[in-house]
């Protein structure tokens, strides 16, 4: 078997390529990775479509499997773990910039609001996708706080950032397509515009 290792100079390479990114906009890449999940969702049928079994089984899967992708990403926004990039992290390297620490005065009360709203979705994760437990999960509440979790993300994200971020996947910003103006209720006024635009295949 073939051995593979990466040498010091380029791991230091990755390492200040990776670095020379704000942690601000890392997590709207994140945001945009959630949105494209949530996007696909709202667009698959749940009803069966197909004479062939599999087929509907495929889909059902493919549900399944968008759905402990948004409740994973939607968790990880709450992590409180320094190794983590999640709201409360980058808040903490925020206020250590002269120049963003203004920025995020009002955000920290949006971010309990979360972690709240969230609780719910971190007992799905930890007792099912993330692990696996023991008890049966009779116990567990429905997910119907996803919608909601996922647009005071996005805007707890825009507050971060400083601007409204603006995330396309080639011709369609999802934000729009997700939320409509909902997305843009409670955004920072005369904030700049921030683009991040995922690359097609």
Not at 60 to 86: A, G, H, P, T, V
Not at 138 to 153: F, N, R
Request: charged share 30%; hydrophobic share 35%; with cysteine.
């Amino acid at each position: 078997m073939t051995e593979y290792r990466i040498s010091n100079k380029l791991k230091k390479q990755l390492k200040d390529s990776h670095l020379r990114v704000p942690v601000e906009q890392r997590l709207s890449l994140e945001m945009l990775e959630l949105l494209s999940s949530f996007y696909y969702l709202q667009r698959v049928s749940v009803e069966a479509e197909s004479d062939d079994m599999l087929d509907n089984m495929g889909r059902m899967k493919f549900i399944q499997l968008l759905m402990n992708d948004i409740i994973l990403r939607l968790c990880k926004f709450r992590d409180e773990s320094s190794m983590s990039l999640s709201f409360i992290q980058v808040l903490k390297a925020l206020r250590k910039r002269a120049t963003t620490k203004q920025r995020v005065e009002d955000v920290e009360p949006e971010i309990k609001t979360y972690n709240q709203l969230t609780s719910n979705l971190d007992n799905h994760r930890n007792t099912y996708i993330a692990h696996l437990s023991k008890r049966d999960r009779a116990h567990l509440k429905p997910t119907v706080e996803l919608s909601d979790a996922i647009l005071l993300a996005l805007q707890i994200t825009d507050k971060l950032c400083g601007g409204r971020n603006s995330y396309k996947v080639h011709d369609i910003d999802l934000r729009q397509a997700v939320f409509g103006q909902a997305a843009d209720q409670g955004r920072q006024e005369g904030a700049p515009a921030l683009s991040l635009a995922k690359p097609g295949p």
